[in-house]
């Protein structure tokens, strides 16, 4: 079977000498992972398209009685260079997709968390911002959660309510808007890190550059 659909590369890894096993957020069928052949080579057409934080058109190979597909061929619609020009967006950028990646079970499609983060990661991208806020991750995971359905936006935890609703609903021109307030992002990240341990038995490795 001969498949295509947008997708947003969240990781990948080594396989065998020349492979790589690249796992994709597709718009309409949800994570999964992809044989992408000889793309390690010199000569690999398709390199492009097994890069983390790139999103593209892709056309997959899958064999009748395996869930393991193939690249086959596609293009790439987007590689967001200023983000791999600057650190703290490049950065940002790895754990938004790692976020998206812990909390999405394979093959279950999900076209608000699709959107979620290819807007995030645009905003990251064309941003009028001067200097990232530190807010945007948070605001990014809060939303992530509530799109798999383990929100807290309805929940009382103690943060000021015009922020709360900023972080969950407000524009991402909002949240950048938002004056830092370290006690109440130490708290937020307890709350999430505690929630990603305990509730999900997850911890996010990109959690620390960030």
């Known amino acids: 079977m001969v498949f295509c659909d947008h997708g947003i590369v969240l990781w990948r890894r080594p396989l065998r000498e020349n492979d790589r096993i690249v796992t994709v957020f597709t718009r309409e069928r949800g994570k999964f992972e992809v044989n992408f052949r000889s793309v390690r080579l010199s000569r690999g057409k398709l390199r492009a398209l097994s890069e983390p934080i790139s999103l593209g058109d892709y056309r997959f190979h899958l064999k009748n009685g395996s869930s393991f597909p193939v690249c086959t061929g596609g293009r790439s619609i987007a590689v967001f260079p200023r ?19 812990k909390i999405t079970p394979a093959h279950q499609p999900s076209r608000e968390k699709y959107e979620l983060l290819l807007g995030a990661l645009e905003d990251l991208e064309n941003g009028l911002f001067r200097v990232l806020s530190p807010w945007m991750r948070r605001a990014f995971t809060l939303r992530a959660l509530e799109t798999a359905g383990f929100g807290f936006k ?8 015009r922020l709360w609703e900023t972080l969950h609903d407000g524009a991402w021109s909002e949240v950048h808007a938002l004056a830092a307030e370290p006690q109440a992002m130490d708290y937020l990240d307890n709350l999430l890190k505690r929630f990603f341990s305990e509730q999900l038995n997850q911890q996010l490795k990109t959690l620390e550059f960030v």
């Open 83 to 101: 983000i791999r020009q600057e650190l703290d967006r490049l950065l940002t950028a790895f754990y938004l997709c790692e976020v998206i990646n």
């Open 154 to 161: 309805h929940s009382s935890v103690g943060l000021d309510s």
